[in-house]
């Protein structure tokens, strides 16, 4: 992951790559190899308040296909120990090729599981927002 600060705002991108080892058959759409690419800019607009954008693209082999997340949210901090929801909220969409369901949310990949994917093909909205506090 790379992170470059200029200024108020922070550009960062970063790359993965997850490789099983050892699996020589699957079932159809589910991935033996994934490749992640992500960027995003951060705007600290005041010493509590930032907004963030960011894209996140996937590519699976075996038929898994590919997905781009795209997500504008923010952070206001009401101390030095907790976050205020109210900026730190993401929206988000998945925009998924013909033959992938991958979702928001961390579930399984492939047709057939039983999570809260989309159907193949098919995109999905969401927001997400919480309060965070260190103890």
């Known amino acids: 992951m790379l992170n470059l600060f200029l200024g108020a705002f922070k550009l960062s991108d970063g790359y993965q790559a997850i490789r099983t080892s050892g699996m020589t058959a699957t079932p159809a759409g589910l991935p033996t190899t ?3 690419e992500w960027g995003g800019v951060t705007w600290q607009a005041t010493p509590t308040a930032a907004l963030i954008g ?4 996937i ?3 075996n038929g898994a296909g590919n997905a781009t997340i795209y997500s504008i949210g923010g952070s206001y901090a009401l101390s030095k120990r907790t ?3 109210l900026f730190d909220i993401q929206i988000a969409t998945v925009r998924n090729s013909r033959s992938a369901n991958y979702g928001l949310n961390a579930n399984d990949v492939g047709i057939g599981t039983a999570s809260d994917n989309p159907f193949p093909g098919h995109s999905q909205s969401g927001v997400y927002a919480d309060i965070q506090h260190s103890f």
């Not at 960011?54 to 693209?57: L, R, T």
């Open 83 to 85: 976050l205020f929801a």
């Open 34 to 36: 994934l490749d992640h």
């Open 54 to 57: 960011a894209v996140y693209h």
């Open 59 to 61: 590519n699976g082999n």
